[in-house]
C-alpha cells in the first residue's frame, strides 16, 4: 500500500512539472542547427535532388527528386544536412545546398485521384466569393509570394491569384509571411 501511494504521489508530481513546464515550450519555436524554425517549409533548388537515409554522402539514396521547386518541410538539421518530408510523407536527408528558401506548394495532394472535377480554385481575390481565375488539379505545383493566415498568394503557370490555405501543402494553417 505504501509504494502505491509514493508512486501516485511521484506520477502526480512529474505530471505537475510537465503540465508547468509545457507553455514555456509552447511559446517559443524549435530552432535547428541553423537558428532558423523548426519545421519550416522551403523548395527544391535542384533539377536533381538525391535524399539519403542518412545525413552524409556516405549513406545510401533513398529517393531522386526529378523536379525543382517542389515544397519540401524540413523537420530536423544536422549540420548541412536537412531532414525532410514530402508531400507525399516521404522522409529523409538532404544537403542543405540543394534547397531554397523560395516558397512554393502543392495544390491538394490529398485529393489526387479523388475524380476528374476536383480542383482547388484559384480566385481574383482572397475571398471565397471571388471570381474564379484558374482551377488546379490536385497535385499541381505552385509559387506562393504571400499568405495572410487564411489564403495565399499564388502562380501557376502565368496565372495569378489567391488560393485557401486549407487546399493547399507548403503553407502551416494561419502562417502568415511576405
Given at each position: ?7 501516485v ?6 505530471g505537475f ?8 515550450m509552447?511559446?517559443?519555436a ?21 535524399m539519403?537515409?542518412g545525413?552524409?554522402?556516405d ?15 524540413i523537420?530536423?538539421?544536422y ?20 534547397l ?21 480554385n ?17 497535385g499541381?505545383?505552385?509559387r506562393?509570394?504571400?499568405c ?15 488560393v ?15
Amino acid at each position: 500500500m505504501r509504494s502505491i501511494v509514493f508512486t501516485v504521489c511521484i506520477a502526480l508530481s512529474l505530471g505537475f512539472l510537465d503540465a508547468a513546464s509545457a507553455p514555456v515550450m509552447a511559446q517559443g519555436a524549435a530552432k535547428g542547427a541553423s537558428g532558423l524554425p523548426l519545421p519550416r517549409f522551403v523548395s527544391l533548388k535542384s533539377r536533381r535532388v538525391n535524399m539519403r537515409i542518412g545525413p552524409s554522402t556516405d549513406y545510401a539514396v533513398s529517393w531522386m527528386y526529378m523536379k525543382s521547386g517542389m515544397p519540401v518541410e524540413i523537420i530536423q538539421e544536422y549540420e548541412n544536412w536537412r531532414r525532410i518530408r514530402d508531400a507525399d510523407g516521404t522522409e529523409g536527408w538532404v544537403n542543405q545546398a540543394l534547397l531554397s528558401g523560395e516558397r512554393t506548394a502543392v495544390a491538394a495532394p490529398w485529393m489526387r485521384g479523388k475524380g476528374k472535377d476536383v480542383y482547388v480554385n484559384m480566385r481574383r481575390e482572397a475571398q471565397s466569393g471571388a471570381s474564379v481565375v484558374a482551377k488546379l488539379e490536385p497535385g499541381v505545383q505552385i509559387r506562393i509570394g504571400e499568405c495572410n493566415g487564411d489564403w495565399c498568394k499564388a502562380q501557376a503557370d502565368q496565372v495569378t491569384g489567391w488560393v485557401s490555405q486549407g487546399e493547399i501543402w507548403g503553407a502551416y494553417p494561419g502562417e502568415a509571411f511576405k
